[in-house]
């Protein structure tokens, strides 16, 4: 069965992607916007995990809303759930027969309910998986520590391919580039360099 993963280079994806591996054609898949290259680090942490990779462009409206959602509400919950659950309708629609993401039980954002896990699934025949949603932020770390090398510091210092590195430079675009501290609050990002 083929399986699309939202993929963003990291470790949360990452380890979705092993635990996976076992039932599935795993593709890893990034969503972008073309406002930037950053799913390029995508491909190379794919490529070192020797997983298929494939990029998908999403609809730049999604995105420019988005940026004025974050801009507005001086937070980015909103608008990167916005672009995640856009990306799963994308990804959903293609030739599949699943799709997945790397969100764990504990993040903040984003995350997909229950409700929003059947309506995708019933409305284009896949099915949606979450294979973290029962591992704790400390749970996945110790795993990846096992599985992984992992680069990890702050978001502005590591390499990324998810939505937040793209939202970030429409924000600096639209409001200007004191706008992006304002908006995003710093947190520690990852990134996957190979297997241990």
Known sequence: MELALLYSGGKDSSLAALLLDSFYDVSLVTAHFDV????????R??????????TVELDHEVAVSAAETMYDDGYPRNGIQAVHEHALETVAAGDVDAVADGTRRDDRVPTI??????????????????????????????????????????????????YEGELRTLVAERFG???????????TQTYVHGRQ
């Open 36 to 43: 930037t290259e950053d799913w390029q680090h995508a491909a």
């Open 177 to 187: 580039r004191d706008a992006v501290g304002k908006v995003f609050p710093d947190h």
């Open 113 to 162: 309910s229950r409700a929003q896990a059947q309506s995708l699934e019933d409305r284009h025949g896949v099915d949606y998986l979450a294979p973290l949603s029962g591992f704790g932020r400390h749970a996945v770390d110790r795993l990846v520590e096992t599985a992984f090398d992992v680069e990890s510091g702050l978001s502005e210092e590591i390499p990324r391919a998810d």
């Open 45 to 54: 942490a794919a490529e070192t995990l020797d997983f298929p990779f494939e």
